[in-house]
């Protein structure tokens, strides 16, 4: 896991000054023992503390509203969704020379899958999809655009200097065509749906091989719910994508448009991350791997 810094502007957040924060705002948990966590994930670092609880800081200026965002929403979603997702039970400020607001949460038992190596695929694909469909049955009404609330096109400039990028490392005449072809499909018409937006394995918890619960909520919110198929080739083999998506429920036009945002994070984020972030880097060439090859 990468414990390299990933952002120009990201902070310096260790041990020492977490539990700095933790004596000073939340003085009743200051004696239990705090252990960072490794994570592939780029926004925020997390650090466990005692074994009921989880501290949360912002690594960058731009992930600080993520904080804000859930604090505000996971109380509306939580009780909806057919699994666990983050409960916040303390609201931290910037203190002792950190400049942003944090969270703790509650625990939340399990691991994060593999693709390739998943233990029971077809089921995880239709939890997955319950998870999803549960998620979209809530009312939108006054909930915010998702961080990717906006058609394939508007990402069509990033995408195209990714790909100049990655010369040489994939085909780009091939995943050019492929991302063309996305950026053919249909615009969602339909009304705004709630949707997690950042459906990644790191974002994932499993038990067993069963889904057991769904964190980091900080890009959800209402828009169109296509991006959430995104985990049908970043975690979910080729062999079950067809249940998932009947279990979904994705029509042609929907699907296009998950497959093209699949393929558009992982373009963009393979540049990016390919020193700072090996997993993230590794899945984003998966990604890639998996849409070649339909």
């Known amino acids: 896991?990468?414990?390299?810094?990933?952002?120009?502007?990201?902070?310096?957040?260790?041990?020492?000054?977490?539990?700095?924060?933790?004596?000073?705002?939340?003085?009743?948990?200051?004696?239990?023992?705090?252990?960072?966590?490794?994570?592939?994930g780029t926004e925020n670092a997390m650090f466990r503390l005692g074994g009921e609880l989880v501290v949360r800081l912002p690594r960058h200026p731009g992930a600080v509203g993520a904080i804000e965002h859930e604090q505000r929403w996971l109380s509306l979603l939580g009780p909806r969704l057919p699994v666990a997702v983050p409960e916040p039970v303390g609201r931290g400020h910037a203190g002792e020379g950190f400049p942003w607001c944090w969270s703790v949460?509650?625990?939340?038992?399990?691991?994060?899958?593999?693709?390739?190596?998943?233990?029971?695929?077809?089921?995880?694909?239709?939890?997955?999809?319950?998870?999803?469909?549960?998620?979209?049955?809530?009312?939108?009404?006054?909930?915010?655009?998702?961080?990717?609330?906006?058609?394939?096109?508007?990402?069509?400039?990033?995408t195209r200097a990714a790909l100049a990028q990655l010369a040489g490392e994939v085909d780009t005449e091939a995943v050019t065509g492929l991302w063309e072809q996305a950026m053919?499909?249909?615009?969602?018409?339909?009304?705004?749906?709630?949707?997690?937006?950042?459906?990644?394995?790191g974002n994932v918890l499993v038990t067993e091989g069963r889904l057991s619960a769904v964190i980091d909520f900080g890009c959800t919110g209402v828009g169109d719910p296509a991006v959430d198929l995104i985990v049908a080739w970043n975690l979910l083999p080729a062999g079950v994508r067809d249940t998932f998506r009947e279990a979904v429920g994705a029509?042609?036009?929907?699907?296009?448009?998950?497959?093209?945002?699949?393929?558009?994070?992982?373009?963009?984020?393979?540049?990016?991350?390919?020193?700072?972030?090996?997993?993230?880097?590794?899945?984003?060439?998966?990604?890639?791997r998996e849409i070649l090859a339909e």
Request: hydrophobic share 45%.
């Open 1 to 40: 896991m990468c414990a390299l810094k990933m952002h120009a502007d990201e902070a310096e957040v260790d041990a020492p000054l977490v539990q700095r924060l933790i004596a000073r705002q939340f003085p009743e948990w200051a004696e239990l023992p705090l252990e960072r966590l490794e994570s592939a």
């Open 105 to 158: 949460y509650g625990w939340l038992d399990g691991r994060n899958p593999v693709a390739g190596a998943l233990d029971s695929p077809e089921t995880l694909a239709k939890e997955l999809a319950d998870f999803i469909r549960a998620l979209r049955r809530v009312d939108a009404g006054d909930g915010p655009a998702h961080y990717r609330a906006v058609p394939l096109s508007a990402r069509d400039a990033d």
């Open 184 to 201: 053919r499909a249909p615009e969602h018409t339909g009304p705004a749906l709630w949707a997690h937006a950042d459906l990644s394995p």
């Open 251 to 288: 029509d042609d036009a929907e699907w296009a448009r998950g497959r093209g945002w699949a393929l558009s994070i992982s373009l963009i984020q393979l540049p990016y991350y390919r020193e700072t972030n090996p997993v993230l880097a590794a899945n984003s060439r998966h990604v890639i």
